[in-house]
């Protein structure tokens, strides 16, 4: 295949209409900047990362502008492609939620996407009391990964998981309002305060839980404070072989995500709702297919969905011919004595937090000025 040239510079068409429409990009920057209006050309077939609207749909419809940083959101939230988020966008008129659930009935995206996404730095921290009855879970929030990885900041972080697990507060208000553990002359907030003036960098206890048991209760912290699970149990025997199938589940919690224990916790809202998505799915999939086979299809993809939100459920990390319920059975027939899952608390550091995004092209237009 021949390259089409210009026959005045010599370099190939193509290299110079991509530094044409990059560098109109940076121009309306600029010009965005300096508060003046600067119209980026519309070129037939071309994606303008300016303006994902396409020109009102080019038909002089009235809907949502769908920028490319939605599109972004929603193919990060999904997995879906980005020209199927973009159609789902202007589908739904702009509508996040609504995009997700056009994608999945069009079996484009998975439920389990559907959290939203991973955005904000920080640490999560867990602390287990000595005697294992109670522990402690929180979440502390900074601006940058560089401050994250601070020792001042991770051991500030340490602190607060010691308030919470001497805390009786039931709410983030009640928690803030303490005095604080080190200098009873602070309260919560003011510490908090006073490590943000010193670090330099806003932050934010983001949210804490607390357990407290007559079981056991086992902590496990992932990527260095990445994700942090707490896994309340009860136990007719605790030794190291308990503690470690438990240490084990906990880990199965913080690498599959899973929202319940098991299958009877399950809202009956929620199990309604995705059998209307997968009733939908599954039409369009199979439009010629009788509604009695469609009725099985149904039932069998809801089983699936929900054995990957249940833990007991889900099939076992360590060994996929077991699941979690009876990794248990089989670790309970061992030590002699019966292991029963009670909760669990997952957190994730940022999760659902979206991160302040640069914009290239203002960077370089302001660098310019």
């Known amino acids: 295949m021949f390259r089409q040239m210009n ?3 010599g370099c190939d068409k193509r290299v110079e209409a991509f530094f044409d429409l990059w560098g109109s990009g940076i121009r309306a920057a600029a010009a965005t900047a300096a508060g003046e209006k600067e119209e980026v050309p519309y070129r037939p077939g071309s994606l303008n990362l300016y303006n994902m609207n396409n020109e009102k749909n080019m038909e002089g419809n ?3 502008a769908i920028t490319a940083g939605m599109v972004k959101e929603l193919r990060e939230m999904t997995g879906a492609g980005m020209m199927d988020c973009k159609k789902a966008l202007a589908a739904t008129d702009g509508d996040m939620e609504k995009a997700v659930e056009f994608l999945r009935e069009k079996g484009l995206a998975a439920a389990s996407k ?3 996404r991973i955005a904000a730095e920080g640490l999560v921290k867990t602390l287990v009391s000595e005697d294992g009855k109670s522990a402690a ?4 929030n900074s601006e940058t990964d560089f401050v994250a990885k601070n020792a001042q900041f991770q051991g500030y972080v340490a602190d607060v998981a010691a308030q919470v697990l001497a805390s009786s507060a039931q709410d983030m208000d009640a928690f803030m309002a303490e005095a604080w553990a080190k200098d009873a002359s602070l309260t919560v907030a003011q510490e908090l305060s006073s490590q943000i003036a010193v670090i330099g960098e806003n932050m934010n206890i983001r949210r804490f839980e607390k357990i407290t048991t007559d079981g056991v209760v086992i902590d496990y912290i992932h990527g260095g404070g990445r994700i ?5 149990a009860s136990a007719e025997v605790v030794n190291d072989d308990v ?3 438990l240490k084990n589940v906990a880990m199965q919690i913080a690498a599959l995500t899973p929202k319940y224990v098991k299958r009877d916790e399950i809202p ?10 997968l ?3 599954a039409k369009n999939e199979n439009p010629d297919k009788p509604d009695a086979i469609i009725e099985k299809m149904i039932v069998g993809r809801l089983n699936k969905e929900l054995k990957e939100f249940c833990l007991l459920d889900q099939a076992y990390v360590k060994d996929g011919d077991l699941t979690v319920a009876k990794y248990l059975e089989q670790v309970s027939k061992e030590v002699g004595g019966k292991i029963e899952l009670k909760k669990f608390v997952r957190f994730e550091t940022g999760e659902g937090l979206e991160k302040k995004e640069e914009d290239f092209a203002a960077e370089v237009a302001k660098q310019m000025q």
Not at 137 to 140: D, N, S
Not at 228 to 232: P, Y
Request: proline share 0%.
């Open 7 to 9: 026959a005045s510079t």
């Open 228 to 232: 942090g699970v707490l896994l309340e």
């Open 114 to 116: 559907k959290a939203g």
């Open 243 to 245: 503690k470690e199938a």
């Open 279 to 281: 009733k939908v799915q």
């Open 62 to 64: 009235q809907m949502a």
């Open 137 to 140: 879970i929180v979440e502390v």
């Open 268 to 277: 009956q809202e929620f199990v309604e709702h995705e059998t209307e998505i």
